[in-house]
Structures are given as structure tokens and as C-alpha cells.
């Protein structure tokens, strides 16, 4: 994490993650950059979206599904987490 505010609330940083695939449930509000791999976003209806470096994408607060890992993955996030 680089800047987390005072309250909590908001945060800011850099994640990457190895190959590998895991459930999501999203209570916060995020907004991502890709920087580099690829990565696969499923939601629970089965619709994915790949999103690979240069994307731009915000996550909402209620998104239910999968994040898959296809290559080693690094993004930039900016979080805002309303009931913290």
C-alpha cells in the first residue's frame, strides 16, 4: 500500500500476483491500471473480461465473481471503501 487516508477509507498502491485464479466479492469501489500480464475478470452470470496493460477499469462495490491470473500481473489500484 503507498497512501492510505486517515479514516481508513481510501487507498492507493501497486498489487501483482502470480499465475492463479480465486473468488471476489467487492465491498469497496475500485479503480485499476494495468501496468503488465494479463488477467481474466469473470462475473457470477459467466460474462469474463481479459484486461491487459494500459486498461482502465473500475471494479463496483456488490461485484461477485472470479479474478483469474493468465500472466504474472502487476496493476496500480486506487480503493474507496465507503463502511470502513
Known amino acids: 500500500m503507498q497512501y492510505t487516508d486517515?479514516?481508513?477509507k481510501?487507498?492507493?498502491?501497486?498489487w501483482a500476483s502470480e499465475v492463479g485464479k480465486w473468488r471476489i466479492a467487492y465491498t469497496?469501489?475500485?479503480y485499476c491500471r494495468m501496468l503488465d500480464g494479463v488477467?481474466?475478470?469473470?462475473d457470477e452470470q459467466?460474462?469474463?473480461?481479459?484486461?491487459?496493460?494500459g486498461d482502465e477499469f473500475v471494479i463496483?462495490?456488490?461485484?461477485a465473481g472470479t479474478?483469474?491470473?493468465?500472466?504474472p500481473t502487476r496493476k496500480r489500484f486506487v480503493i474507496y471503501e465507503a463502511g470502513a
Open 39 to 42: 488477467s481474466v475478470i469473470t
Open 6 to 8: 486517515p479514516s481508513g
Open 28 to 30: 469497496e469501489e475500485e
Open 46 to 53: 459467466g460474462i469474463a473480461v481479459t484486461v491487459r496493460p
Open 10 to 14: 481510501y487507498c492507493a498502491g501497486l
Open 60 to 63: 463496483p462495490r456488490g461485484f
Open 67 to 71: 479474478w483469474e491470473v493468465v500472466e
